[in-house]
Structure formats: C-alpha cells, structure tokens
C-alpha cells in the first residue's frame, strides 16, 4: 500500500472511531447533580455531577465536556472528561471542594476544579466537544443530556425545571438513571445526597468496587428480571426555555 493510500484508510478509520463514540456517548445521561457541597451543615465538601451509562458497553468519555452556567447565565464553564463509564455503570465528577460540609464524597472518577455549583438553580450539559456553549438556552446534536434545575433556571429539557436541590439534597433521575422521557421536571426528584461509589478493580482501602446500575429497557424503563437490554439512543433533541 502507498503512502497516500495508507494515510487515506488511517484517516478514514480515525473518523469512523470519532462517529462511533459519538454515537456510543449519545446513549449517557446525567443521573444526579449536587451542587450544595462545602457550606455549613451540607451533606458533604464538595459539588459533584453523576453520568449513567444505562447501555451493555463501556463508553469512552474522550472529546467529551461537562458544562455548568449560572440559572440565567450564557458563558458555560466547561471541563474536559477522561476516563470512561462502565457497562451498566456509573462515574462520579467531583465538581467543587471546601473544608466545610459533613464528609466527604467517595472518592471521584474524575475531579474538575474551580467549578463551584449552585445549591439551588442552575444548569449542566453533557456535551460531545469542548468547545464552550453559547447562550442562555443552547440547542443542538453535540448536547448529549441536558439538565435545568430550580425554580430560576431559564432553560431545562421538556418545559419544566428539575427540582431544586438543597445542602443536604441532591437531584436524582429516576429508576438509577434510566428514567429519560427528556423532560426534567419528570424525569429527577430530589432525595438525600448519596453518590455512587468509583469502580476500582480490586478490593483495596477504598472498599468494594460498587454495585453495577440498572440494566435499563426500552424508552428508558428499568429492564424487567433476566432481561437486561439497552436504553434507546438519543440524538439532537430540542431544548426548552422555560
């Protein structure tokens, strides 16, 4: 094979990769939010976001962001992700730490800095890319999961604001993260802040690895006993502004 040829396949296998994971991360979501972490008498010291993988493979996060603005705000912080979320699993992002609060959450997948939460409104995106979104209510394909919650928030999936979390609560999608009818007044309720905990390989200080999630059915529902499948994949869905 030439040289030309050569790079040719190298690139067109390069954007087969790029197409697959994109395709692969479109199946995630944000399975709890807090951000009440590092007050006086919150549940823990730090902020943190949750992401489910409801499918039957391990999806890697690379070229993917997590993204916080204010309730009302257009300039989005966005942190770069690493790792990946296991098959059925879980993956924890420590957001925020303080020394004030009551513990400490485990130990995170992946700890982002200087992206202090809001305890009671605000907004996150799962965003395939890095590149900042623009705009009080951004839309488009590259937002693979979006969440507005609290009553000031101006924009959220479905018409309808999650609940407010607290310092003690967080915000939880239902079913372990399958629920996902993209409407986030449904779909999240607030209950006491409690992470899962980070896979680790072997037993060690840390403890046990953690329990895999639900295995989640079709439309999102949690699959009925001995019939684990996967969630439907979601692509390019509308936002609402409330």
Same mark, same amino acid.
């Given at each position: 094979?030439?040289?030309?040829?050569?790079? +040719?396949?190298?690139?067109?296998? +390069?954007?087969?990769?790029?197409?697959?994971?994109?395709?692969?991360?479109?199946?995630? *979501?944000?399975?709890?939010?807090?951000?009440?972490?590092?007050?006086?008498?919150?549940?823990? *010291?730090?902020?943190?976001?949750?992401l489910f993988n409801p499918t039957?493979?391990?999806?890697?996060?690379?070229?993917?962001?997590?993204?916080? +603005?204010? +309730?009302?705000?257009?300039?989005?912080?966005?942190?770069?992700?690493?790792?990946?979320?296991?098959?059925?699993?879980?993956?924890?992002?420590?957001?925020?730490?303080?020394?004030?609060?009551?513990?400490?959450?485990p130990p995170a997948d992946q700890t982002v800095t200087t992206v202090s939460m809001s305890a009671t409104a605000a907004k996150v995106a799962l965003v395939i890319g890095t590149t900042p979104l623009t705009g009080a209510c951004p839309t488009g394909a590259s937002i693979v999961d979006f969440v507005g919650y609290g009553t000031t928030a101006n924009c959220n999936e479905g018409g309808s604001n999650a609940p407010a979390p607290s310092i003690a609560n967080a915000i939880f999608r239902s079913l372990g993260g399958c629920t996902d009818t993209n409407a986030n007044a449904s779909d999240f309720s607030a209950a006491p802040a409690s992470p899962h905990r980070p896979t680790f390989a072997t037993r060690g200080a840390d403890g046990p690895s953690r329990r895999p999630g639900p295995a989640c059915g079709p439309r999102g529902r949690s699959a009925p006993l001995g019939r684990r499948g996967d969630c439907t994949a979601r692509a390019g869905r509308p936002r609402s502004a409330r």
């Amino acid at each position: 094979m030439n040289r030309s040829r050569h790079a +040719a396949v190298v690139a067109a296998l +390069a954007g087969l990769s790029i197409a697959l994971s994109s395709a692969q991360a479109q199946n995630l *979501r944000i399975s709890q939010v807090y951000g009440g972490g590092g007050g006086t008498g919150a549940a823990f *010291r730090q902020d943190y976001v949750e992401l489910f993988n409801p499918t039957a493979s391990p999806v890697d996060l690379s070229g993917l962001s997590i993204q916080y +603005a204010s +309730a009302t705000g257009t300039t989005w912080t966005t942190r770069a992700l690493i790792g990946s979320v296991p098959a059925n699993g879980y993956f924890l992002i420590q957001m925020s730490s303080s020394t004030l609060g009551n513990g400490d959450i485990p130990p995170a997948d992946q700890t982002v800095t200087t992206v202090s939460m809001s305890a009671t409104a605000a907004k996150v995106a799962l965003v395939i890319g890095t590149t900042p979104l623009t705009g009080a209510c951004p839309t488009g394909a590259s937002i693979v999961d979006f969440v507005g919650y609290g009553t000031t928030a101006n924009c959220n999936e479905g018409g309808s604001n999650a609940p407010a979390p607290s310092i003690a609560n967080a915000i939880f999608r239902s079913l372990g993260g399958c629920t996902d009818t993209n409407a986030n007044a449904s779909d999240f309720s607030a209950a006491p802040a409690s992470p899962h905990r980070p896979t680790f390989a072997t037993r060690g200080a840390d403890g046990p690895s953690r329990r895999p999630g639900p295995a989640c059915g079709p439309r999102g529902r949690s699959a009925p006993l001995g019939r684990r499948g996967d969630c439907t994949a979601r692509a390019g869905r509308p936002r609402s502004a409330r």
